[in-house]
C-alpha cells in the first residue's frame, strides 16, 4: 500500500519514559509522573553478595566499580573494537546482504506520517478501529459512533496479536484467525472538540468502554502472495469489552476481597482492561494481561492503612468512568478494584465460550504471560509486571500437558506455583553483565512461603508478598518470552529514569536508564521447570554511538539505534524480533520493529525490519514467515496537542482523515 509520507510539526512534551504526554496520561494514567510505587527495601547492589561475590571483590575487578557503577563504559573486547564515529542511520540502511532476508532500513524521523518497511516488502491494514465484525454490524462513522456499533466493532488500541491460519476446520491456506488485544483509549482523538475526561458524555463514555477489551476476527487472503484482510460475518468473529463476563479460577475465586453488590459470590467479572501483551498457548488458546488498570479507578476518600491502593498506583483514576458505573468508585465498591490485574484465557476459536481470570498467576500490572512445557510436560508460564522497579514471575502447573486434550489443558493455569525472580551478579571481572539467579518461591505445593500473608492474600496482593521476599527490582520488565529454537528466555526491560547511580545493579546496571535493555536468561539444565538460572544482557539500547550501548558482541558501525524495546517475538529460527515504545521521545526515531540474530556470524547484528507513523507505538508482532509480518500499530497520532480538528496522522489512509489504530500485515511482494 502507498502511504502518504508527510512531514508534520511536533509539539509534544516529552516524559521521561520516552512517551509523549498524551501516551502517558491515557495508557498509564501518569505513572512516570507518579511516586514508584514499590518502595520496599529490596536491596540493589546487595545481589552481588547473594552469589557469592563480594563486594569488595566486585569494586577491585571493576576497577572501584567502573565497569559496574556508573556504566561509563563497556569493557568487553568487542565493544573496544567498534569505532568511536557515531554509527548513523545510513550506517544501519546500508547493511547489505543480511541473512535475514532483507536489508535493514533507516531510522526514521520522528515527525514522519507513514508507515516504512524494507525493499521489496509492502503493507497494507488488516483491521481497523471500527471495522465492522458481524453481518449487522453498521461501518465506521466517525462522527456517528454509539455504544451498541463500537461493541461489534474492532477496539481501540490494539496491541498483542494471535495469528492462527487455517479455517473453523482448520482447512484453508488463506484463511486464518485473528485475536489482539486493545489495550486503552485516547479520548481526546475519538471524539471532536477532544474533550476532557470531566467534559465526555456518558454516551462517549460507554463507547470508550467498548473500545477496550479483546477483538477476534477470521481473516483472509486472495491468494499467498496478498494481504491478510478481516472478515465481517466470520463465524469466530468475537468482541470481548468491559461488559463481557469471565469466569474466575484459581485459588482465590470466591475470596471474600473481590466480592461485590454486583457478585456476592466473587466468580464472575464483567470486563477485562488495559490489556497489553501476551501469549498462545500450546493449546492454542490466548493469554492476556491486564496492565495499567489502575487507571480506570477513581480511590478518592478510599480508606488505604496497610497501602495496598498505592503499592498498585490506584489514586484519583482519570477517566471518569465512575461517572456511568458505580464499580469504578473505590468508595462504592471497594473490591471491584481487586477483580483486574489477572492473566485471563480465552478460547478464540469457540466465540461462546466464557473467558477466565486465572488467579493462580497472580495480580500484577501483567504485560502478559507466554508458556512453554517443563521438561516433565507441566506449563510454565513467564510474566512481567510492567512498573519500574518491578518484578519478573513465573508459574508452574501442578498438571501436566495432555496433547490434544483442550479441556484438560485449558485447567492448566488454574492451580500451581508461582515464583519471582532474584538475579545475582557475577561482577565485572569478566566484562559482562551476567550472573545467576532463582525463583523465589511465593506459592509451592497450595501453601504460602511469604510470612504473614494467606495463599489468596498472596494471589490478589501479589506485590506486596514479593516485597517480602527480596526479589530484583527490575527495570519495567515487559514481555518475557521463551524463545522456541533455543529454550532461553529473553525479556524487554524498556527503561527506568528513576533508578539512581545508588541503586544500580548487574542486572539493571545504568542509572536513569532511558533507552532500556534485553536479558536473556537460561534455566538451569535447559529445564523450564528449574529454579535456577543463568543470565545474560544481550542488548544495551541506545544509539550504538553511545558507550554505553552493547549488541551482543557485534560490530556497532553495523547495526541500528533502539531504544525502550518492549515486546519480543521470535522467527522459525530462533532470531529475536524487537517492538520499541518509546523511540520519539529518547532518540527522535518514530518507534519500530527490529530483528537481532542470537547466533552465528551476525549474532548481534540488529537491524530495522519496519517503522511505525508519527505518534505510534509498535506493538505485538507477530512473525508469520520470512515472508510475513504481523504488528499492531497502537496510538498513531498521538502527539500532545493533537485532535480530530488538528489531526497529526491519517494512519491508516484509508480517507477518513482521522488516526485509526490498525493491525498491519507487511508481506514480500511476490517476487521480491
Ligand atoms: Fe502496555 Fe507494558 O506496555
Ligand atoms: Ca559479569
Ligand atoms: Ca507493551
Redesign the pocket.
Known sequence: MTTPARLLPLFTRSHEGGRSSMTCQYRCGDACDQPVPNTSDNEYFGDLVAAGVSRRAALRAGGAGAALVGLTAWSMPSAAAAPSAAPSAAGAASAKGSALGFTGIAPTPATVDAVKVPEGFDWAPIISWGDPLFAGTPAFDFDNQTPAAQREQAGYNC?YTQFMQGGAGNNGAHKGLLAFNN?YTNDELMFRGAPSAAQLTDEQLEIIQAAHGITITEVSRRNANSPWRWVQGGKRNRRIHTDTPFAVDGPAAGSVHLRTSDDPRGERILGTLNN??GGETPWGTYLSGE?NFNQYFNATGAPDADGKLKRYGITSGGRGWERIQDRFSVVAEPNEVNRFGWIVEVDPQDPTSTPVKHTALGRFKH??ATTTLTADGRVAAYMGD?ERFDYIYKFLSKDTYREGDKKHNMRLLSEGDLYVAKLAGDGAADGEYDGTGQWLPLIVDGVSHVPGMSVEEVLIWTRLAADKVGPTKMDRP??VQPNPVNGRIYAAM?NNTARTPGQIDEANPRAANKHGHVTEFTEDGGDHGALTFTWKIVLVAGNPSDPETYFNGYDKSEVSPISCP??VAFDAKGNLWIST?GMPGTLNYCDALYVMPLEGADKGKLQQFLSVPVGA?T?GPTIINENSVIVAVQHPGEVSGATPENVISQFPYRGDGQPRPSVIHAYRRHGK
Do not use: F, V
Open positions: 496491541d489495550e497489553c501483551a496492565e504485560e502478559g510492567d515487559e514481555d524498556t518492549d515486546n515504545d507505538e506493538c
